[in-house]
């Protein structure tokens, strides 16, 4: 194990109460295998989980899935963890959202509800999530407004919306959005399985990122806008959850704990779960979470970078999906002997006959089937 000598507390506690969802999202970040993860911890299991969470230091909470909002005792959760002294956060499709269901919310005290878009047209919207959902979820975001919550939406870019991002900009301020963060898609679990339909092109990029720009500055009194860049495009790789271990503690609807969400695909490592040790074991003790932490893991050519304090070797699940070993440096990086992977996407995206392949849905029986292999495919480039 390589931890740095004094580890602090994890700020962020991220309670992904269940893989079950009503949407069949094509750039899902949920397990390709969510499927065979059908346990989930009863209601006392994340009543404890809290109380740890909190007692180890972290601050805020967020409830996501799947879908949150098919756990019963979502309320319950959401009660505890506020007297508990979190900062609470939903993100939910609002799928299930009613009036009674937002006024318990209200009571239990949720600090915030972050709404997912898919689109600014209910033809793409529902097509994406191969669901009917787009009038639903105009309804709750009024229904939100309404109760006084601030309106945060959410919208996952890739090429088949971001030549709309100027009307999904105007959607948002419809609605009375204080927040929207525009987050191009970054590719891993079901975002991988279909890259080559969903990267956007150089072009397509630049000319979005300008018309947010603009946006930016039109609506500047009244929205924050956060157009997150793709780091296939950036070309330099970010920390991995600003640091693996530094600030996120994810607990998984079967209870196990993870330093992201992703990381459970990661061979070799074991990561433990809450119905066996208590999250201060997870969070100080174990394998999982200290590996990666600080930078005595690393390789060349990571070791000897005078970037590496600043992103820690970038994305262990992206090294390990793109170069098939997670001790490598992540592919995004140009100095890693695996970037002609990322740059073959990046040109592939420039040639429309590649975006002609099927999408593959989010889906119960294509998890299973797809479970059955060794790990992810990986998308040749």
Not at 128 to 136: C, V
């Amino acid at each position: 194990m390589n931890a740095p000598a004094k580890i602090g507390p994890p700020m962020w506690l991220l309670a992904e109460v269940t893989y079950r969802c009503p949407l069949h999202c094509v750039f899902c970040y949920n397990p390709v295998d969510f499927a065979k993860h059908e346990t989930e911890l009863s209601t006392e299991d994340w009543l404890r989980v809290l109380r740890e969470g909190r007692e180890l230091g972290a601050v805020q909470c967020g409830f996501s899935g799947g879908e949150p909002l098919l756990r019963d005792d979502l309320e319950i959760l959401i009660g505890e963890a506020r007297q508990l002294g979190y900062y609470t956060n939903l993100i939910t499709s609002g799928v299930g959202l009613t009036e009674q269901r937002l006024d318990a919310f209200k009571a239990a005290g949720l600090d915030h509800i972050q709404l997912s878009f898919q689109d600014s047209t209910k033809e793409v919207n529902d097509f994406l999530t191969h669901t009917r959902t787009f009038d639903l979820k105009q309804k709750v975001g009024e229904m939100i407004k309404a109760r006084g919550w601030p309106m945060v939406m959410n919208v996952v870019i890739h090429r088949l919306n971001i030549d709309h991002i100027g009307r999904i900009i105007e959607m948002a301020d419809a609605l009375g959005a204080e927040y929207l963060e525009l987050a191009n898609a970054q590719y891993y679990s079901w975002a991988l399985l279909n890259r080559d339909q969903l990267m956007p092109s150089r072009e397509q990029l630049r000319r979005a990122e300008a018309i947010t720009n603009e946006w930016k500055e039109k609506l500047a009194e009244r929205m924050r806008i956060l157009f997150v860049v793709p780091d296939y495009h950036e070309g330099k790789p970010k920390k991995c959850m600003n640091g693996w271990g530094n600030v996120f503690l994810t607990v998984t609807p079967d209870g196990t704990a993870l330093p992201c969400h992703t990381a459970r695909m990661l061979p070799g490592l074991s990561f433990p779960n809450v119905r066996d040790s208590s999250l201060r074991e997870i969070w100080h003790e174990s394998e999982g979470f200290n590996h990666y932490r600080g930078t005595g893991w690393m390789k060349q050519p990571c070791r000897d970078c005078d970037k590496k304090e600043e992103d820690l070797g970038g994305c262990r699940c992206q090294a390990y999906l793109l170069a098939g070993d997670a001790d490598a440096a992540d592919p995004v990086c140009p100095k890693s002997p695996h970037h002609e992977i990322v740059s073959s996407a990046l040109e592939n995206a420039e040639n429309p006959v590649r975006q002609a392949q099927p999408l593959i849905f989010r889906d119960p029986k294509e998890s299973r089937r797809l479970s059955r292999k060794a790990k992810t495919p990986v998308p040749s480039a």
